[in-house]
């Protein structure tokens, strides 16, 4: 755990692959709640399973970011 990160919440779109998945998955080492918006959910509840029985926290929102109304849905769970 890093005492800076810790109890930090990140919004990560992207996140059923590649970088995206890449940056759950450290910052979830770090002790950031990640909040996980894609539009293939079934990678990302894999992923979110991952993190959260590694210890970490993890929360999944479908999101299309180009849709105003699923992006403001990603950032009002965030919150």
Not at 37 to 61: F, H, M, P, V, Y
């Amino acid at each position: 755990m890093n005492k800076h990160m810790e109890g930090k919440v990140i919004v990560i779109t992207g996140a059923s692959s590649g970088m995206g998945e890449a940056a759950a998955k450290h910052l979830s080492q770090l002790g950031v709640a990640v909040v996980l918006g894609t539009r293939r959910t079934d990678r990302i509840e894999k992923l979110a399973n991952e993190i959260q029985e590694s210890g970490g926290k993890a929360l999944t929102i479908a999101t299309d970011v180009t849709q105003r109304d699923q992006v403001k849905k990603l950032v009002d769970s965030a919150c």
